[in-house]
Structure formats: C-alpha cells, structure tokens
Antibody
Framework: QLQLQESGPGLVKPSENLSLTCTVS??????????WGWIRQSPGKGLEWIGTIYYSGSTYYKPSLNNRVTMSVDTSKNQFSLKLSFVTAADTAMYYCARLEWANWIDPWGQGILVTVSS | QSVLTQSPSVSGAPGQRVTISCTGS?????????VHWYQQLPGTAPKLLIYGSNNRPSGVPDRFSGSKSGTSASLAITGLQAEDEADYYC???????????FGGGTKLTVL
C-alpha cells in the first residue's frame, strides 16, 4: 500500500531555511488523480495546511505562508519537497507529508517529522 | 484561529453516543465542499476516519458516522470505547483560500 516518509533536519536555526523531503513508496507520484501536500502541527495545537503540489509542478500555498514557502517535485525519485524560508520559533512543529484528492480528503499521511527552530 | 470551528472537548462514558460538530461558512462547507474527519491518537499521525461527509474507509468501524447540513457537519460515535479517546479534526476545502482548511480539533475523553 502507499506509504510516505518525511526526512530532513530536526533542528533549524532562526532565520534559516527549513527543507524537508517526502519519499513516496508503493505508488507513483505521477498519478493524475492525486496531489501531494504538507501539513504541520505545532506542539499541542491543531493541524495547519501548508501547501499542495501536483506531479506537473503546479503549486498551491496557504496565503499567509505564500511568501516563505516553496514546494517542488522530483518524479524520477518519487519525491516531493518543502522549503520554508526565514523560519522563527513559531515554525517549530511536526511536519507531515500526505497524499490529497483535490478539494477532498487527505490519505494517507506520513508518520511526521519534528522540526525545532532554535539557535 | 481555524477556519472551521469545533468545540475544544467532549466526553462520554463507555457505551454512550457522542457527537462532534464542525461549523464552516459559505466559502467551504456551505459552498458544497465535502467534510472529512480524522482521528489522531496520542503521538501518532492523523488517520482518515470519514470522507465525503459520510463514508468510512475500509477498517473503520460503523460506530463512526458523519453528516452535513448547510454550513455545518457532525461526527457521531456510538458505543464509545476506551480506544476512541483521541483528537478529532474536521477538514474541508475553502474556495476563497483555494486550499485545505481544518477545524481546531476536539479532544474526546472516555470517562
């Protein structure tokens, strides 16, 4: 079955860039049916959608994060990535990658990766 | 501030029925977009519980059901069990934001 796995540094310094990669296994990221996305959850808080990408490279970002977020896709590696620039302590969160049906549900989710922003 | 509004907490005794509400607006639930529900057990990733307002993925017990009306939706859990203790999130799509929106989450406590 489809599985997603996040990878990247668990500690990022303030004002630097946060970069994460999601590796998809058990299915193709080039599926025309699905989109791929990032969702984060600050400690003790709720879920926050960050952005969505299609295998063609089309991207959709949360407006309030739009100027700091960049998502990309590498179909040859079956991976997609997130870059969040100029991070602050407020960006400390568990970051999940997931598969999305456009304007619909999110399933499955990766196990998540905790990223702490601290000097 | 979440776009979708959920009560922060709900509780019930084993065997009882509880409902969790999710209120949106004319740009998301009210615009006809489906509502989906996720269960997040402590220390784990969210899991899809209900999709398309009232459909259960394979493996989800029929004790869980969803409904939608107007700008709101509800998740009902019957025959409460101890393992149902978790956080529950509603989710939809918002046309004005052109993206995914979540409720703030409801913590279910099984007494």
């Amino acid at each position: 079955q489809l599985q997603l796995q996040e990878s990247g540094p668990g500690l990022v310094k303030p004002s630097e860039n946060l970069s994460l990669t999601c590796t998809v296994s058990g299915g193709s990221i080039s599926s025309s049916t699905y989109y791929w996305g990032w969702i984060r959850q600050s400690p003790g808080k709720g879920l926050e959608w960050i952005g969505t990408i299609y295998y063609s490279g089309s991207t959709y970002y949360k407006p309030s994060l739009n100027n700091r977020v960049t998502m990309s896709v590498d179909t040859s590696k079956n991976q997609f990535s997130l870059k969040l620039s100029f991070v602050t302590a407020a960006d400390t969160a568990m970051y999940y990658c997931a598969r999305l049906e456009w304007a619909n549900w999110i399933d499955p989710w990766g196990q998540g990766i905790l990223v702490t922003v601290s000097s | 501030q979440s776009v979708l509004t959920q009560s922060p907490s709900v509780s019930g005794a084993p065997g009882q029925r509880v409902t969790i509400s999710c209120t949106g607006s004319s740009s998301n639930i009210g615009a006809g977009y489906d509502v989906h529900w996720y269960q997040q057990l402590p220390g784990t990733a969210p899991k899809l519980l209900i999709y398309g307002s009232n459909n259960r993925p394979s493996g989800v017990p029929d004790r869980f059901s969803g409904s939608k009306s107007g700008t709101s939706a509800s998740l009902a859990i019957t025959g409460l069990q101890a393992e149902d203790e978790a956080d529950y999130y509603c989710q939809s799509y918002d046309s004005s934001l052109s993206g995914v929106v979540f409720g703030g989450g409801t913590k279910l406590t099984v007494l």
